[in-house]
């Protein structure tokens, strides 16, 4: 009781305060998102994510060698597909040829122990910007599974270590997991993004990919009859369990900072790692109000990835990855 406890002994200096504190960010929390575009020399930046880009693979060599050299170790990929390769079955998904399969190969080659991870879901490779296929309005969710499947594979077949997907179709888990095993691809491991929010925090995202959902006749133009509804907390655990049990190695919650109530009960009731997505919106939103000079940027964001940490992230994906790391790390 005061006077014999006071607790501001342990905040007067620095060096107290840092033996003390609970959270310590780290290069190994991160895993860094990375946009890839066919072309050659191209590094663009995208216009709602300042000072975050899209590259060809000729520098996405040596992006991803910079970010090792910072201790950054994993990367998640991202393409952005050409308009006149996109349709309603995925199809370009597939090719063994693809840019997604050259773009694991590229940073294989470029840092053979860079963990790669890779973006499974239909998006970028919809006419409609959807992460599954469209028929009469709706989103079909079993032949969606299929092409997931055989697109898990086809980055497996790659190279990739982790295939994360994004889509929230029912099973998919369990139609990847199935599939990985029977072409005996034992380690390639499964990310699923298991809560994933019909968040309004992705707008960025979809600019830098070009992958917004359209808006015409019978094709509903947002996400929310396969993400999760925002005012919902219990279904998380619900579909984050079944996620295990259809065999996710991780399992994540999407996205960040409005969702730290979630990953806190998610933490506690599974025994996978946790990882969280600080989401482009996210990213967007820091920059923009420190280019006004109306937020401190630095502190802004080592507050918040910090408080993504201590509610429950194991892993954090991340465009503030290389920021954080060169600034304190
Ligand atoms: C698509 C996908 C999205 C993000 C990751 N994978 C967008 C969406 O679901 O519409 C969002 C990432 C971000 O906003 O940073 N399957």
């Known amino acids: 009781m005061y006077p014999l406890r006071r607790n501001r002994r342990l905040r007067t200096s620095e060096n107290i305060r840092s033996l003390v504190r609970e959270t310590i960010l780290s290069p190994k929390d991160f895993l860094v998102p990375l946009f890839v575009v066919e072309g050659k020399g191209i590094k663009e930046e995208i216009a709602s994510m300042p000072n975050y880009y899209r590259y060809s693979l000729d520098l996405l060599a040596g992006e991803v060698k910079d970010l090792a050299s910072l201790g950054l170790k994993s990367v998640l990929l991202f393409v952005k597909v050409s308009e006149d390769r996109k349709d309603n079955t995925g199809k370009e998904a597939l090719n063994p040829e693809g840019l997604m399969q050259r773009a694991i190969r590229t940073v294989k080659d470029a840092v053979p122990d860079m963990l790669v991870m890779t973006d499974v879901a239909l998006d970028p490779y919809s006419k409609f910007g959807h992460d599954g296929i469209v028929s009469e309005g709706s989103i079909v969710n079993d032949d969606t599974n299929a092409v997931l499947a055989e697109m898990a594979l086809s980055h497996a077949k790659a190279g990739a270590d982790f295939v994360a997907p994004s889509d929230m179709m029912d099973g998919r888990i369990f139609e990847i997991r199935s599939l990985l095993e029977d072409e005996g691809f034992y380690d390639t491991g499964i990310m699923s993004y298991s809560a994933k929010y019909a968040s309004a925090f992705y707008g960025p995202f979809r600019d830098a990919l070009d992958s917004a959902p359209v808006n015409i006749q019978n094709v509903p ?109």
Not at 226 to 235: G, L, T, V
Not at 282 to 294: I, S
Not at 303 to 324: C, N, P
């Open 221 to 329: 133009k947002d996400k929310q009859t396969y993400q999760m509804d925002p005012a919902n907390r219990k279904e998380a655990i619900k579909e984050t369990l079944m996620d295990i049990q259809e065999g996710a190695d991780i399992v994540m919650v999407k996205p960040g900072l409005c969702y730290l109530d979630i990953v806190r009960d998610i933490r506690d009731a599974v025994d996978v790692p946790v990882a969280v997505y600080q989401v482009s919106g996210e990213y967007a939103m820091v920059k923009a109000a420190a280019q006004k000079g109306w937020l401190d940027h630095d502190a802004v964001m080592l507050e918040q990835l910090t408080a993504i940490k201590r509610a429950g992230a194991h892993v954090i994906a991340s465009y503030f990855a290389k920021d954080v790391v060169k600034l304190t790390l």
